[in-house]
């Protein structure tokens, strides 16, 4: 099956200071990939479609300039969260579709998920 | 409304006694619906998609089924290692792929 691993899988900041996550699909290209936040006992919920060289598309309700997303390659997509406060702090979760030259699957698959906890 | 609705919220069973869980979805124009299975603090894991009515997929105890307003997953004699969230997700109508995802449904399996 497609594996999706993301970096770091807990990460521990101080309130203001920014954070990266990386999403990266090993064994398969993704022009498009996804990242959801889910808190406890609670469904994922969307926060933005990223596109390999193309700006990310939001949902609505979600700072465009706090959750920055770069999609730089077809492995790679990059969640910062800037100037992080603890209500940030959440289980951010990334998806990638697989990518065949024309060819664009419909199966997301899912990394493991980075812990975010903001002091 | 495009919506995903899963019930029970939470189910406990009995090693071996098997039962169906529940998912039921509202959208204009069914593209998939798919299944994911969840470990506390981990990601989705990818179970089954169903495209179409009367589809059905099976995978070791599981059983996924479909129908024009919902979909099934029945699990035969689970063991505790069954025990996680399964979640229920249709695609969006549109073009973008994005996934609905429905509350989920907590099961535990006790030995």
């Known amino acids: 099956g497609a594996v999706v691993s993301q970096h770091p899988s807990r990460v521990i900041c101080k309130s203001g200071t920014s954070v990266k996550i990386e999403c990266r699909s090993l064994d398969f290209q993704a022009t498009t990939m996804f990242w959801y936040r889910q808190f406890p006992k609670q469904s994922l919920m969307l926060m933005a479609t990223s596109n390999e060289g193309s700006k990310a598309t939001y949902e609505q309700g979600v700072e465009k300039d706090k959750f920055l997303i770069n999609h730089a390659s077809l492995t790679l997509s990059t969640l910062t969260v800037t100037s992080a406060h603890p209500e940030d702090s959440s289980f951010y979760i990334c998806?990638?579709?697989?990518?065949?030259?024309?060819?664009?699957?419909?199966?997301?698959?899912f990394g493991p998920g980075t812990r975010l906890l903001v002091l | 409304e495009d919506q995903v609705t899963q019930s029970p919220e939470a189910l406990r069973l009995q090693e071996g006694e098997s039962s169906s869980l529940n998912c039921s979805y509202t959208v204009s124009g069914l593209r998939g619906l798919f299944w994911y299975r969840q470990d506390p603090g981990k990601g989705p894991e990818f179970l089954f998609t169903?495209?179409?009515a009367g589809e059905e997929k099976e995978k070791e105890r599981l059983k996924a089924t479909l129908t024009k307003k919902e979909s099934f997953l029945h699990i035969t004699a689970p063991k505790p290692e069954d025990s996680a969230t399964y979640l229920c997700?249709?695609?969006?109508?549109?073009?973008?792929?994005?996934?609905?995802f429905g509350s989920g449904t907590r099961l535990l399996v006790r030995p």
């Open positions: 169903l495209y179409s």
């Open positions: 998806s990638a579709i697989w990518t065949s030259g024309a060819l664009l699957g419909e199966t997301q698959y």
């Open positions: 997700a249709v695609q969006a109508p549109d073009s973008s792929y994005k996934l609905i």
